[in-house]
């Protein structure tokens, strides 16, 4: 399934496949984002698949919110198709859903 990235009240739904295919659209339009804004929410709720590239580029868009000094909220801790690869990595520490 194609990724696709959309809007919905300032929440940005990630929606479909987050693999190593997609991850540079999402590596830049979040960075371009954090650039711009000082809070961000990502919602994984609809990815229906991800893979260790996927991680790995949260795991970059964490550390440059948090470099930068910005509100980073990452929701979808309830997709039970991807908690298990973020559990695996060491990774869950990125969801922040408390906003």
């Known amino acids: 399934m194609k990724l696709q990235i959309i809007n919905t009240s300032g929440t940005f739904e990630v929606v ?22 000082e809070e961000v929410v990502i919602s994984l709720k609809k990815v229906k698949k991800m893979d260790q590239k996927g ?3 949260l795991k970059e868009i964490y550390a440059k919110a948090n470099r ?11 997709n039970n198709k ?9 990774a869950t520490y990125i969801f922040r859903e408390n906003y």
């Open 16 to 37: 479909g496949n987050f693999t190593l295919d997609n991850t540079e659209l999402v590596k830049n339009h979040f960075n371009y984002l954090l650039d711009h804004y």
């Open 55 to 57: 991680i790995k580029v």
């Open 68 to 78: 930068r000094s910005k509100i980073l909220f990452v929701l979808g801790r309830e």
């Open 82 to 90: 991807i908690i298990d690869l973020f559990k695996k990595n060491k």
